[in-house]
């Protein structure tokens, strides 16, 4: 067992992987020669060459294309993208051409790349480095998405992306790169699929995915001076989503709140509240809330862009508007 | 090239042209749905490139990558003619299940590796399936035939740069006939002749007659024999003409019948017929024959396996979104 930070868990799982298979490539811009925006592939330029650790132009739709047409025919490429925003360029390629390919050829071809890609406020980034899209890629049939909310599930879920033979978008977040878990020194592997109760509690599930699920660990603690016990689900893949893991909890505690950072609109929010009323209405005491972005392009100032952003507190006080107490 | 050869090519290019025209009658029926996009006029250009690549599928053999005008290509690479008639059909024995139609023909036995709609977007798939091979060392070559509209997309130049600084082994193929649906190309696009815009890239490139097939051999023999040796990209433009209109519905008020009729005139199965019957190989009964043969195969062969073929259950809506058969150690479930 070692402390080891979200950003170093990746590293080694791309070391691994491509130790293992050659036939495991990544893909990006800066990754190689510079190590990574986030450090995520550091010093594997020296260790596995240009061949394996490519750097591109920024031509995101294209080497995204050339990573789809590789892994066609057997390889198996990790793909960066800096920013999710720039994800946005990739999206004919993504979702036109890896999400379909296995369904138009009649199960005849498929395409196991990965997406990694940092989505998520981080300081003072404006709106054009801060969109998250989630609920996006969620709504794309023939694509798995995963959301690390730490080292653990970041190391042992892209692993297994890497492993699956289905095109895998993982979402990091650019606030959760520096932060630490001890983590086994053993290789281990996270299943991509399955929601997860971090923490158990009677009186509330809290909701989240990705960093929002750090918001709803900090709520419980303050809920739990409050004498009231708040049990968080890390939901950990967005699609296909763990309807069976979410059912359980909400019949346990009967009330839930869901926590994104996105803008609700057509978002993770409304479709948890949407399975769990399918799933078990009756089982509900209370209306459901959920915590999301505000309706707007991310701002620059400091103040306007905390105000947009859900917070550790939103959630509290929307877990304290479930239970009747405001 | 042998004399059997040369025959074998015009049966080839026959072949297609009745194929072609007999998918027409059965969209016509309304047994096939959908788009349809046919190749006839252009038969020379995939027929001739595909010969001097190494066809049939394997480890071997290469890669081959095309649009929505997908049906002959496919044939060619070795998919059967009578699954891709299927296909068309919607049936579950054609080449994609039933699940693809008309601009998604797949067949990976014969690396044929795709039919796409969107324009533009084989480019980088091409480049991909090229790096793989380039990866595995092996002397596989990929080659994209896409339209001259296409070469308006992002995804040339940024794919035509990539091919370029990594030399990978792919050999892009121009198809210009001068429209892109029913906008000529002078109306869309700097230059006319499409080779010139690789000097940007520093990729070899070159413009050939696309209609005459012994033409589209020679050119391609050097092109293929280029990408594999060298292991870099070349790009090769023929320039030829589309007969129909761009699908089904289309008036073709864009372009003049004088304009159609001087492309007509050298229509490839007529330039490269005339050719062996000089040299004495073939005369005109042996061509109504071997169409009678050809007619008779569509028939009695593809299109009845069409016909008879099973539709998809409805029950199997939902395979093939995701591996049906995952491994669990990936997948989970997660054990709390
Ligand atoms: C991205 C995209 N934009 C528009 C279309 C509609 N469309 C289909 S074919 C076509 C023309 C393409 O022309 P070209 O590349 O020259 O091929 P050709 O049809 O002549 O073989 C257009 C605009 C599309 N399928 N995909
Ligand atoms: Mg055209």
């Known amino acids: 067992m070692a402390e080891i930070a979200y950003w170093e868990a990746i590293r080694r799982a791309h070391d691994e992987e491509m130790a293992n298979d050659p036939l ?30 490519i750097d ?90 995963v959301t690390p909310r730490g080292p653990i599930d970041a190391y042992g879920m892209l692993k297994s992306a890497v492993r699956c ?64 016990s708040a049990e968080v689900l890390d939901l950990r893949s967005l699609k296909p989503l763990d309807r069976e893991t979410i059912r359980r909890s909400v019949e346990k505690t009967h009330r839930f709140l869901i926590a994104e950072e996105d803008e609700a609109a057509v978002g993770v929010g409304s479709e948890i509240i949407s399975v769990i009323s399918e799933d078990c209405f009756y089982a509900l005491d209370a209306q459901p809330v959920r ?36 | 090239m042998n004399d059997s050869d040369k025959k074998r090519l015009l049966r080839e290019m026959i072949f297609y042209r009745r194929f072609e025209d007999r998918t027409f009658e059965a969209y016509m029926e309304r047994k096939i749905g959908g788009f349809l996009h046919l190749y006839t006029g252009q038969e020379a250009v995939a027929t001739g490139v595909l010969d001097m690549a190494r066809m049939g599928g394997g480890d ?21 003619a009578r699954e891709v008639m299927a296909e068309l059909y919607g049936k579950e024995t054609g080449s994609s299940r039933g699940r693809g139609g008309s601009m998604h023909i797949f067949d990976p036995t014969a690396n044929f590796m795709g039919g796409y709609a969107l324009v ?13 091979c380039k990866h595995k060392g092996t002397d596989q070559i990929a080659i994209c035939f896409l339209g001259d509209g296409a070469n308006n997309q992002g995804t040339f130049h940024e794919t035509m740069n990539m091919a370029s600084v990594w030399e990978l082994p792919v050999l892009f193929v121009c198809e210009n006939n001068m429209y892109a649906i029913g906008t000529h190309i002078d109306r869309s696009t700097a230059v006319r002749d499409q080779y010139k815009r690789m000097c940007a890239y ?51 008020g864009y372009r003049t019948r004088e304009e159609e009729q001087e492309w007509e005139k050298r229509d490839p199965i007529n330039i490269f017929a005339g050719k062996l019957k000089k040299a004495g190989l073939i005369t005109d009964a042996d061509i109504k024959a071997m169409e009678k043969e050809i007619d008779d195969e569509i028939e009695n062969d593809i299109i009845k396996f069409a016909e008879e073929s099973p539709e998809p259950k409805v029950e199997d809506l939902g395979k093939y979104v995701l591996d049906d058969n995952p491994d669990p150690r990936w997948i989970g479930p997660l054990q709390q």
């Open chain 1, 24 to 53: 495991v490539i990544a893909m990006g811009e800066d990754i190689g020669v510079a190590g990574g925006t986030y450090k995520a592939t550091s010093g594997l330029f020296d260790k596995y060459g240009p061949q394996r650790i």
């Open chain 1, 56 to 145: 591109t132009p920024i031509s995101e739709n294209s080497y995204t294309g050339i990573g789809i047409g590789a892994s066609m025919v057997g390889m198996r490429p990790i793909i960066e993208i800096m920013s999710i925003n720039f994800a946005l360029l990739a999206l004919d390629t993504l979702i036109n051409a890896a999400a379909k390919i296995r369904y138009m050829s009649g199960g005849r071809v498929q395409c196991p790349i990965v997406m990694r890609t940092p989505g998520g406020t981080a300081h003072q980034l404006a709106a054009q480095h801060s969109a998250r899209l989630a609920r996006m890629f969620m709504s794309t049939s023939g694509l798995r998405v």
């Open chain 1, 165 to 228: 033979n289905d095109p895998v978008i993982v979402i990091e977040h650019e606030q959760m790169y520096n932060l630490k878990e001890e983590m086994p020194d053993e290789e281990f592997f996270r299943p991509l699929e399955g929601a997860e109760i971090v923490r158990q509690g009677e009186d509330i599930t809290l909701i989240g995915y990705n960093y929002s699920v750090h918001l709803c660990l900090q709520a419980a603690q303050r809920l739990e001076s409050d004498g009231v």
């Open chain 1, 291 to 326: 915590i999301h972005a505000a309706d707007v392009p991310v701002p620059y100032n400091h103040r306007l862009e905390k105000a947009a952003i859900p917070s550790a507190d939103d959630v509290y006080e929307g877990a304290l508007k479930v239970l009747g107490k405001i």
């Open chain 2, 60 to 80: 071997k053999a290469d890669y081959v990558i095309t649009g929505y005008r997908d049906h002959v290509h496919a044939i060619k690479s070795g998919a059967p």
């Open chain 2, 120 to 132: 533009g977007q084989p480019f980088p798939l091409a480049a991909g399936l090229a790096m793989g």
């Open chain 2, 202 to 252: 520093d990729i070899e490139a070159s413009q050939h007659d696309g209609m005459d097939i012994e033409t589209v051999l020679e050119a391609s023999k050097k092109a293929v024999d280029y990408v594999r040796k060298n292991s870099k990209p070349y790009f090769i433009e023929f320039m030829t003409y589309r007969f129909r209109g761009h699908s089904m519905s289309d008036a073709k």
